[in-house]
């Protein structure tokens, strides 16, 4: 019968004793560095700070920042707002997943949703489709989990996340988080993204090549030969386009909460339009008596059982 054997020389025992004592100061090392890391709330009131002059001053006439990057298999857009509205009014508005179809439907290119009763955690049954009238067999289905990360008196941070899309785009992340700031307003940091394949690529690609040659984004480039603003184009300039528009789809939700609520959606939906067309060039797709009639027809079908 053999016996196991066992390390005898003090050498190499002082070796092993070595690299455990390094992994153990590897990992509290670790722990070290995200303790030292500031809190969700802390580090949004940061950004905050950071971000007053592009607050004050951009080409949006009103206090946002936006901006985005790409990957050969992914794309994401950020917008940090301040909007009027208290943080304990916005806090209840949005934490409750029911409220997000009411937001979500706002959104041109959204058809129908529909968030699960009693689950946890709850799902949002999403189709998207076509800027126009559209029956929901030929939208496609998108089915985000929905997730309160972190809640507080002073910060909440929500995930919307859906594994699958159209072709074979994955991914798709819809995280808002929010803190109070000075004069009863709060500040807002909206991140859209997903990934993407090879077929959707392709796709994507031969739309901006043809009927989406024209659409750019919000960033602005160097300027054109005839000295005017020239915007970022292509994938990125696709997601700062439904970025903001998922943007705007929160305020003018929130702009809907102090009207009776049988004046709400009205209330929204024009609130939502009217704050599009400040940006026609990159936002302008469909007339507002157009908008409205399809948005009230996708209203009712996804509040009808």
Sequence with gaps: M????????????????????AVWLALSGA???????????????????????????NQFARPVYLNSS??????????????????????????????????????????YCRASAGKAPATLS??????????LDDAY????????????????????NADKGPLDTRDYRIQLEAVPVADGRSFLHLTYSYSYGFASRMAIGAYLATAGSSKVGFT????????????VGGMRGTVERNTMRYYLAIDAYLSGLATPPAQQLEQRLQTWYNATERYPRQLHEVDKAEYLAMKRKEYARQNTD
């Design 141 to 160: 289905r998108l089915d985000f989990a929905y997730r309160v990360n972190a809640d507080s008196d002073d910060y909440f941070d929500i995930r919307l």
């Design 70 to 111: 790409e990957s050969s298999s992914a794309i994401k857009g950020d917008i940090y707002a301040v909007v009027d509205y208290p943080f304990a009014q916005v806090h209840g508005a949005l934490t409750a997943p029911g409220n997000w179809c009411d937001v979500l439907i706002l959104h041109l290119n959204t058809k």
């Design 2 to 21: 053999h016996h196991a054997q066992y390390p005898s020389s003090p050498t190499l025992v002082s070796r092993i004793f070595t690299a455990l004592i």
């Design 126 to 135: 999403m189709r998207v489709g076509k800027k126009y009238d559209q029956a």
């Design 220 to 231: 602005q480039l160097e300027k054109s030969d005839g000295g005017k603003p020239a915007y």
């Design 31 to 57: 722990h070290a560095m995200a303790a030292d890391t500031p809190s969700g709330a802390t580090a949004l009131q940061e950004k905050y700070q950071s971000l007053q002059a592009q607050l004050t001053h």
